[in-house]
């Protein structure tokens, strides 16, 4: 076996790993090491295109896991693409940009987490990217009448903009918000209220490339003698000393070799929601009972590993859009002359449809306007009969916090439950919801997709090793919809998303009346809209939740310092520790966090 040590090993050289490694090397004195699992795709055109994310899943960077069977969406497994590379999922996601939500962020902090509330959180979201410079003459086009003329502030690693800046779709996305009374009141940039904006993306404004950890945290100071990262290794456990009680190393195979690292100072976790809880399961962190049943001796018996389990769902609807508008169809369809094209326009210029993954407008929406009247009452009755029965348990006592942090936002009327976006053409990814493969052929013309996405479910589910090997995929049940709650808000949402697609000036980008792109798009009563989320809901793969930062008496993995109960020198950072998803998109939010985590190590240790 070789050995060596450093001041701070991480396992995982993903979004959290490299902002980590970024900022705890920026003291010379201190040494890093980082274990990835994936590769360096530096090189990879693909991934450096905004419009190719969706060839880059289940691709060789995309550990490519599934749910299991899902009862409440008509037993189908679920894609859960996370990104299996230097720079993790931020390097095959669809580059939206979502600010983080004062409400969530306070939530967080109301659960027990002293010093995650907004105000504790929000610089530390600002210090993660660069906002771009808008024209004065964009400003009502975007929807960001409420931004600051001056927003230096926003100053960071990761690079981002407005692709697409003049595309009709952002001021009839907005205007139409509008008219309904639902343009966002607040700076975007800052916190999400409620209403119609243009999302930021997370594509460099001058070269229109992808921005990620990798070729924003990492490359800029990756000739730092002080870091050091290891590719293509796969970690097997964290190491304690002889008590069990300090963590002290990591053990990990590389080119088939078994190495073990040892950490001075900290091991730090960072390896996703769906893989930092198998690592803690692996070296004996868990529930003892879990751990039995694979021959896992305990170390700490934290029955919150894995549990927890939240995600965005996500369902579209096609309609056909005008022959004007601009979308990226002939790129679905993959016509040579139209790939031919727009190549030429993203090397020559740094411009067209390739500079965007097509996602350019974003509506935060509440659940209380979609209940009015006697219904309103019929969602806090079936919020009441749907909440966890309590029970003198750490998990009864996990469920029953997390419950009622959903419950809130679902009943604040000035609080999102519904995200919606819109996409400039057909969905590259779909595919036939009976089997899950991509068996639909491509649609004809041109198409503009409405999705919505539920903001905050109440349904939680796991994640668990699926043996005591290493490789193994771990076992993935988000138990999607599983509370009714959840399928009684989404199908009210779905029906008044199908409804903006007559409002103008949106409706003005669509043939009229509107016409669903294939007939099962058309939704005519909330029945069928339920039916249909069932049928044809996918993940947004944002998991998060799985090392809960939670008081340990409510089934906490990790406390306000992220570190793990019950071990010292042991840490987990990365979107396991968020206890409620934020609103929309979820990468903003684990940069931040990753942010925070940096900073509270420093501060710690006394480091520069």
Known sequence: MASSSYDFVIAGGGT????????????????????EAGSDQSNNVQAKIPAFYGALLGSEIDWKFASTAQPHLMNRTVPLSQGRALGGSSIINAQVFSPMSKTIADSWAALGNDGWDWESVRGFHKMSYTYPSIPEASRDTLGLEALPRDNNDISGPITTSFPLESHPIRQAWVETFKKLGYLIPTDPTDQVSLGAFSNLASVDPISHARSQAANCYYEPIKDRKNIHIVTNAIVEKVLFDSKLTRAVGLQYVHEDTTCIVLARKEVIVSAGALQSPKIL???????????????????????????????????????????????????????????????????????????SSGILTCAYMPTVNLFPGDSQQRLRT?????????????????ALALYTAAENALLDPFAPSGVYITSLGQNPLESD?????????????????????????TSRGNVHIRSGNALDAPVIDPKYLENPVDIEVFAEHMLYLQSLASKPPLSGLLKQPPRPSRPIYSLASLEEAKNYI?????????????????????????????KVYGVEGLRVVDSSIIPILPAGNLQSSVYAVAEKAASLIKSEYGLE
């Open 16 to 35: 959290a790993g490299l902002v980590l490694a970024s900022r705890l090397s920026e003291d010379s004195s201190q040494s890093v090491l980082v274990i």
């Open 281 to 355: 399961e692996l070296s004996g962190i868990g529930n003892r009972e879990i751990l039995a049943m694979h021959g896992i001796s305990v170390t700490k018996d934290l029955p919150g590993v894995g549990e927890g389990l939240q995600d965005h769902l996500v369902v579209d609807l096609g309609f056909e859009a005008t022959d004007e508008l601009e979308t990226r169809d002939s790129i679905v369809r993959r016509e040579p002359d139209a790939i031919q094209r727009a190549m030429a326009d993203y090397s020559l210029n740094q411009a067209g449809v390739l500079t």
């Open 382 to 398: 079936l919020l009441r009969e749907s909440r966890p029965k309590t029970k003198d348990t750490q998990e009864s006592a996990r």
């Open 433 to 457: 919801p009976a089997t899950g493969t991509r068996t639909y052929k491509p649609l004809p013309g041109k198409n503009l997709v409405i999705a919505g996405i539920l903001s905050h479910p």
């Open 534 to 562: 069932r049928l044809r809901a996918v993940s947004m793969w944002h998991p998060a939740g799985t090392c809960s930062m939670l008081p340990e008496e409510t089934g906490g993995v990790v406390n306000n310092h992220l």
